[in-house]
């Protein structure tokens, strides 16, 4: 348990818990939220003082976590230092990358950009961004990624953490991200995650106060102000028939009742199953879901929720093309006529309302199409006609198909909605189901407190419970912990938000349960600041018609604005110049902040949709003695008209929640006619013109104070919105998004100079380059940026990409993209030098390690054959060898004669760096205490070692086959090197072991004992394999030796004989499927018996049990030698057991009893002897489904008669004519055969399934 060790960027380790130096770690707690922090927070205490830096990494669970911040560190003594670094997640990487519109070939040209696609393919984008500087290192798990419908996302300057996030959050998809590792390769996984955690020791539920000792469930916050008793519901407005319920513009909840159709999951787990409950309101006028007991019990506290977003819908798909129609396409799941009409006029089209088209998958997902009025649907054919689209640019889509050239054109398989239209009845009914489990699953959380609390767990029962050493965190941030607190009436199951983990403890946690999932603050305030401004990003046009439209949004707000509190009189104050000490805009009722807020104008490129996000209205005046506070729920508006509109912020006076109101009405901000709420205004949303597809929204809160030379307000801003001085927001940009300068905006904290040039006194103007760094053939150049690069002559100099166009792969000296900054001249060519003096090495490789054994000869220029310039690989058990000379480099010959050779290999000192994988080494024998007697032997494949006088001696790789040479004799052994009596410790890490007559090496484990049986366990191949010089035991018929071979991989066990004979090869397997053997080789007699039986399986089936008392057609306790039974769920017969040439010492049938007075009996397949006691007439049906060749016999014991029929379809022949049955009387006997035949009759041939019969007496 715990951390041993920190990794370095480099590769270098720091080692942890050690004493010398000292070093340990105090402290270690793991913090891990769902899809939020993750993190490890160490304390080390050290003597030494330590360097972390950024991208230093520990491994937990099988997860690298990594320094991204600068370390604390603290210094209490000369020898006393406390540092505690803090370690990220694999998580924390995604922020290294930016989410730009990149394909799978890592091209790229914008970060600001707009994407409609399913939530699989966002992350295949993200994937492509990461593989862009990270290859290989990034996967996302597609196979079980969630199937969605395409959704439009706006993205600007974001990381891919923060992608990843906006995806997952309640307003897109509302799902889950997670991230696993193995090995070096994080994947993203997507959807919804989490089981349930049951309590220890059996409880249904975790209870405050009642844990025995096994937990301790405490709350941090209980909110119980919040629950509600009814909810009111509605749908969206998309596709709602005119007269539909009592004319509704809303989806509402299902009426009369009636079950469900479809399978639903709710966010707790719980799958409801078609056709299992009922849904539905009783009365149709009371539309809302309510707990009855608990208004009862509290009184009614009602609330309203809209789901926009379910309404009737039909998603239709493209199954073929209109051959040379681009706009047409063909859809034959169309189960209705849209065209279809009746003596109203039209049902599903709407009067005077085209019908929409909008793709929701391929090329064309996220555009919108409108349907010809007169050809737009054929339902003969089921052939759409769309009216093509040309936007701003002048594309016009669809386009030609992509073998054409064309790049947006209708595709076979895109999906699609058709809008603006009346769907059949059975599509409401299909929403309103929708709508019904929505609000069920909402409402269900409403009626209880929202509630968080924190779960420790007792340890010991954990470490008592499970295995030792078992070091796996046991919670997953996402699982579900049931809780009952009776104090607050909550019994529900609570996520488990966040778990705080020792590393140091085994299993200790503490658990988070909330209700609510929530990013961090921080997270969070980031990524809303980072959606507002994509959102003004993207709103914007690259043309002058940003000015014309600032003008017309002034004019808007001054013919618009009006006096919110009431007090200002228009026939007062008319003046064309005004002189004043301080002039203050903005009204009492204005003053207040919006937090979290997202105000969305134009949403989808619509300008009549306008969306409101939830958040904080924190009003600063309205309240002299406090700030007061709203929670605004989120609402999106559609607006019918053209004019422009007021946004309100309604908010409660007594209460703590708040609405959006989107109108043309000037309400006061505490109109008459709503006493109860304040209505504050938020903005003006200008004017649809008819010559632009844009409006702009404008917030009206806040103030601005003038007085004297001090102008105090919050944004400044020119018309087309491209300069601004954003005083509450400090940054500011000075020029437009292609080329200025600004802080805080491009960069936090930074001033950034973007595409900016200088000029000379002389009034030459040129750009500003960015530096780059080194030519990187994998990096993307824009223009201006600039590189140094060393060419083929080994010059090096700085270039400048001066190409409009960004590309990457062109070396900075292919001139039509890069140009010379700076690059020096070629120097002269100096003299030639002359070779000087070097010196040599040459090795040679030996067994032995007290002296090498080579020729050698210090005086010559080559010492030796054995001596070579390049260093030899050296074996187990063997010693490299060095020796050095001096070279003259005019005349190579030698200036000194050769060193004495050392040895080069350590055997006893200390460990060397680690090396390259050498060659196999020889296995290691041990042969017990020396013997003159024995042959001994050292080679390449095998080294013996012995015991002499209390020493160990291992024989030279070169020493060969030997015999009578003392241990001590240099020449034919070499000492072991280390021993030990004893030795005593937590781990043992070595290359090779001989252990007990055993042998451990490469995964390998080999017995080593003399004799011809052998075990070896092989890991690296996953099998045991036992060679054994005998096979069968006792009873076996031959002695072939045996090979018993126990894979893994096969998942079977086989034995073979060695040296198997030539008419078998005597191979037997057991595994799941069954057992094979080939080789009848086992005797099933006794050798005393003079007899021989051999079979290759033999079933002797002793035993010692008591018979069954005797009961009519009752089977009996049997012991039997071989027992067979099958059974097929297929066709085929099946048989319990299937021999050729069956040898029967002794048949017993399966007897059948016919007794009582006038029995009517089926047998079946087990009865084959049947036998009359009736003293009357008994019906006997011979079996159902026989099998050709079948026997049955029949005798009839009796006084009565045993009358035998067929079943149905089956005939009964004794001779070639039909019996319709066959009688057996007293003392009769018979036997029937099943078969099957054919029976001509003129030219006709029946095919009969018959019983033949054969009958006699006695």
Request: glycine content about 8%; proline content about 3%.
């Amino acid at each position: 348990m715990g951390i041993t060790q920190i990794i370095k960027r480099n590769g270098e380790i720091i080692k942890l818990n050690t004493k010398e130096p000292f070093c340990v770690v105090k402290q270690a707690t793991q913090n891990s939220s769902l899809m939020g922090d993750d993190n490890i927070t160490l304390q080390i205490v050290s003597s030494e003082m330590l360097s972390f830096s950024k991208g230093d990494k520990i491994v937990v669970d099988g997860f690298d976590y990594t320094i991204r911040t600068t370390t604390t560190r603290e210094i209490q003594g000369e020898d006393y230092n406390i540092f505690e670094p803090v370690f990220y997640g694999p998580m924390y990487d995604l922020m290294k990358t930016i989410y730009r519109n990149c394909d799978k070939d890592g091209k790229s040209d914008r970060s600001t950009f707009d994407l409609t696609y399913t939530i699989k393919e966002f992350v295949q984008v993200l994937i492509y961004n990461l593989n862009r500087d990270y290859p290989g290192m990034w996967a996302f798990d597609e196979l079980n990624c969630p199937e969605t419908e395409a959704i439009t996302i706006q993205f600007s300057g974001v990381n891919c953490l923060q992608v990843l996030q906006t995806l997952c959050n309640k307003d897109n998809f509302n799902l889950e991200f997670l991230i696993s590792q193995n090995g070096n390769v994080r994947t993203i996984h997507i959807g919804k995650f989490g089981q349930r955690v049951n309590p220890p020791g059996g409880a249904e539920y975790f209870e405050w106060g009642k844990g025995n000792g096994l937990y301790k469930l405490k709350e941090q916050k209980v909110d119980d102000k919040a629950v509600i008793t009814r909810l009111w519901v509605e749908g969206g407005t998309t596709n709602i028939r005119t007269n539909y319920r009592e004319y509704a513009e809303r989806l509402q909840l299902p009426y009369p009742r009636r079950y469900n159709r479809k399978r639903h999951v709710l966010s707790d787990g719980t799958v409801i199953e078609p056709n299992t409950e009922l849904i539905g309101i009783t009365n149709d006028n009371d539309r809302f879901l309510e707990d009855v007991a608990l208004r009862d019990k509290i009184g009614s506290e009602e609330d309203c929720k809209t789901y926009d977003k379910i309404f009737p819908t039909r998603t239709g798909r493209v199954t073929a093309l209109v051959a040379g129609d681009i706009n047409a396409f063909i859809d034959d799941t169309m189960d209705f006529d849209l065209c279809k009409k009746d003596d109203k006029g039209t049902v599903y089209l709407v009067n005077e309302v085209s019908a929409k088209i909008t793709f929701t998958s391929g090329r064309l997902a996220g555009q919108q199409f409108e349907l010809e009025a007169k050809n737009g649907y054929d339902h003969t054919t089921k052939k759409f006609r769309l009216i093509p689209f040309t936007d701003n640019r002048g594309l016009t889509t669809p386009t030609v198909p992509f073998e054409q050239g064309g790049a947006y054109p209708i595709e076979v398989g895109a999906t699609y909605k058709i809008t603006d239209i009346f769907l059949p009845e059975s599509y409401e009914e299909n929403a309103e189901e929708d709508l019904w489990y929505a609000a069920m699953d909402d409402f269900k959380q409403a009626t209880q407190a929202k509630a968080q609390y924190s779960l420790t767990l007792d340890r010991l029962y954990f470490l008592e419970a499970l295995e030792r050493g078992v070091d796996v965190c046991l919670f997953k941030v996402g699982d579900y912990a049931p809780v009952r607190d009776t104090r607050f009436g909550i019994e529900k199951q609570i996520r488990i938000q966040k778990i705080t983990r020792n590393l140091l403890l085994e299993q200790d946690y503490q658990l988070t349960l909330s209700d609510t999932t929530a990013i961090s603050i921080s997270t969070q305030t980031v990524l809303s600041v980072i959606d507002h401004e994509r959102i003004i990003n993207n709103n914007r046009l690259r043309d002058l018609n940003k000015a014309r439209r600032g003008w017309r949004t002034t004019e808007d707000l001054r013919n618009m604005v009006y006096d919110t509190d009431g007090f200002f009189d228009v026939d007062n104050i008319r003046p064309n110049s005004i002189d004043t000490n301080m002039l203050t805009v903005g009204s009492k009722s204005q003053q207040f902040v919006l937090t979290g807020v997202i105000l969305q104008a134009n949403v989808n490129g619509n300008p009549n949709n306008f969306a409101a996000s939830a958040g904080i209205l924190s009003h600063l005046t309205i309240d002299p003695s406090r700030i007061r506070a709203w929670q605004m729920g989120a609402l999106t508006f559609e607006l019918p008209s053209n004019a422009g509109y007021y946004l309100f912020a309604k908010c409660s006076k007594t209460g703590e929640s708040g609405t959006w109101i989107m109108a043309q009405t000037q309400y006061k901000f505490e109109p008459t006619d709503d006493p109860n709420n304040y209505y504050f205004l938020v903005g003006v949303l200008s004017t649809l013109y008819a010559d632009d597809n844009f409006r702009d929204f404008t917030t009206t809160y806040g103030f601005t104070r003038i007085n004297g030379n001090t102008i105090t307000t919050g944004r400044i801003i020119t018309s087309d919105g491209e300069c601004y001085l954003d005083l509450d927001g400090n940054k500011f940009r000075i020029g437009d998004r292609s080329s200025s300068i600004d802080w805080n905006v491009s960069r936090n904290n930074t001033i950034t100079l973007k595409n900016v040039s200088v000029i000379s006194e002389s009034g030459d103007v040129a750009p500003l380059g960015v530096y780059r760094g080194v030519w990187n053939v994998n990096y993307t150049y824009y223009k201006n940026d600039e590189v140094s690069y060393t060419d083929e002559k080994g010059a090096i100099a700085t270039y400048r990409y001066i190409h409009n166009t960004p590309t990457k792969g062109h070396k900075p000296t292919e001139s039509v993209y890069w140009g010379v900054v700076a690059k020096g001249i070629d120097g002269v060519n100096g003299d030639d030098g002359k070779n000087g003096d070097f010196t040599e090495y040459r090795y040679a490789v030996s067994g032995g390690k007290l002296s090498h054994g080579k020729a050698f000869t210090a005086s010559d220029r080559n010492p030796g054959s054995d001596w070579t310039t390049v260093m030899p690989s050296v074996g187990s058990l063997q010693y490299l060898w060095l020796t050095t000379a001096k070279i003259n480099g005019e005349t190579n010959a030698l200036r000194a004669n050769w060193t004495t050779p050392i040895r080069v290999t350590p055997y006893d000192g200390v460990d060397g760096t680690p090396g390259k994988d050498g060659d196999v080494g020889p296995a290691l024998v041990f042969r017990g205490i020396y013997s003159s007697s024995k042959s001994y032997v050292g080679s390449d494949k095998r080294v013996d070692v012995v015991k002499y006088n209390n020493h160990y001696y291992v024989a030279r790789t070169d020493a060969g086959t030997f015999y009578n040479v003392l241990p001590t004799n240099t020449a034919k052994w070499n000492d072991f090197g280390a021993e030990f009596e004893t030795i005593a410790t937590n781990l043992l890490l070595a290359e090779g072991a001989n252990i007990g007559d055993w042998f451990m090496s490469r995964g390998k484990i080999v017995s080593t004992l003399s004799g011809s049986n052998n075990i070896t366990l092989d890991a690296s191949v996953a099998q045991i394999l036992i060679d054994s010089a005998n096979d069968g035991g006792g009873y076996s018929m031959n002695n072939f030796g045996t090979i018993i071979k126990l894979n893994a991989s096969q998942g079977m066990l086989e034995v073979r004989a060695k040296n198997s004979p030539s008419y078998s090869t005597g191979t037997a397997y057991l595994s799941p499927n069954g057992i094979f053997a080939n080789l009848a080789g086992t005797n099933a007699m006794p050798s005393y018996t003079g007899y021989t039986h051999r079979g290759a399986i033999v079933g002797m089936g002793f035993a010692n049990v008591a018979k069954s008392d005797w009961q009519l057609n009752a089977l009996e306790t049997i012991v039997a030698g071989v027992y067979g039974k099958a059974s097929n769920s297929g066709t085929a017969p099946a048989f319990g057991g299937f021999f050729y040439e069956l040898y029967a010492g002794g048949l017993t049938l399966g007897k059948r009893a016919i007794s009582g007075t006038k029995k009517t009996v089926y047998l079946n397949a087990a009865d084959t002897m049947i036998i009359g006691y009736t003293s009357d007439t008994s019906i006997v049906y011979l079996p159902a489904n026989p099998k050709e060749g079948q026997v049955v016999w029949v005798k009839q014991w009796w006084t009565g008669t045993m009358r035998v029929r067929p079943r149905t379809g089956h005939h009964i022949y004794d001779d070639n004519t039909e019996n319709e049955y066959y009688d057996f009387d007293c003392g009769r006997a018979g036997m029937f055969v099943f078969t099957i035949g054919y029976i001509t009759s003129g030219n006709t041939k029946t095919k009969k399934e018959a019983w033949l019969v054969s009958a006699w007496k006695w």
